[in-house]
């Protein structure tokens, strides 16, 4: 779980065009939802505010690179995808709408999404 | 990750998306610091059994962070203070890399600040940013 090379395959997502027409294509799901994922989850800056109360200042950033989330994005480009990758994609558009419609709060929205539509934890649980 | 200072802690917190984790430690380089009893900082309710496995779990990672780092930087810090919050979820490892990222920020902050000395810093909130 190395950081710079979790840093490395965001650097090589962001500046990928064609993956959501890949991921389209394996998933039948919409471009232009897809595009607001992966603007959310590797492009975006929100306001984090997790650890407010516990004296971190909130702060606008994009947020931190995971080689879990990274290979499942890559997974969904060819096709290799699982129900959890679905999970994933389900759980962040459901941030990302949140925001956009209620404000940038991370926390706000990462509760939200989390109670409607759950991470799949079990990416994490692999070897 | 976010780096910050909270009294004697140095906090490291780390937002990807679906999950979020803090984690603070008092870093020292005294000889024959032993390791720390961990603080759970999350708001829970009154009574709340602590969950031993997963407390050990984190110091065994914070341990292995600890010493992972000091072999590859060369530093010999040890950790006499832990916080974390059991909210949040309990990745295999993850509190191993947040700790090797916050002792390598640690001792090149400290590196800048002077000849690796130990301080306890300011009492408010500082914090800084690095790329993940």
């Known amino acids: 779980m ?25 998933t039948g799901l919409k471009r232009c939802n897809l595009s607001k994922i992966k603007a959310h989850l590797f492009v975006e800056e929100h306001w984090l505010d997790s650890y407010e109360s516990l004296g971190v200042p909130g702060e606008w950033a994009r947020f931190d ?13 060819t096709g290799n995808h699982g129900l959890a990758d679905l999970r994933l994609l389900r759980h962040e ?19 939200a999404a989390q109670r409607r539509f759950p991470r799949p934890d079990e990416l994490w649980d692999q070897e | 990750m976010n780096f910050s200072k909270n ?6 917190t780390r937002v990807t998306g679906p999950h979020h984790h803090y984690l603070g430690l008092v870093l020292r ?34 341990s292995r962070g600890v010493g992972s780092a000091n072999e590859r930087l060369g530093t010999s810090y040890q950790a006499s203070g832990i916080r974390f919050c059991s909210s949040d979820p309990p990745l295999k490892d993850v509190y191993r890399i947040l700790t090797e990222e916050l002792v390598q920020h640690v001792a090149r902050s400290r590196d800048d600040n002077g000849a690796g000395l130990d301080t306890d810093g300011p009492t408010h909130p500082v914090h800084s940013r690095s790329e993940s």
């Open chain 1, 65 to 77: 690179s995971d080689l879990r989330i990274a290979a499942a994005w890559n997974r969904l480009r």
């Open chain 2, 29 to 62: 380089t005294d000889s024959g610091t032993a390791l720390a009893e961990a603080e759970d900082l999350s708001p829970s309710p009154v009574n709340a059994p602590v969950d031993w496995a997963r407390v050990e779990q984190l110091r065994s990672e914070v």
């Open chain 2, 7 to 12: 009294g004697e802690f140095d906090v490291i």
């Open chain 1, 93 to 111: 558009a459901a941030e990302a709408w949140y925001m956009r419609r209620h404000g940038p709060s991370y926390r706000d929205a990462h509760e």
């Open chain 1, 2 to 26: 190395s950081t710079d090379s979790a840093d490395e395959l965001y650097e090589e997502i962001r500046s990928t065009e064609s993956d959501i027409q890949e991921i389209a294509s394996h």
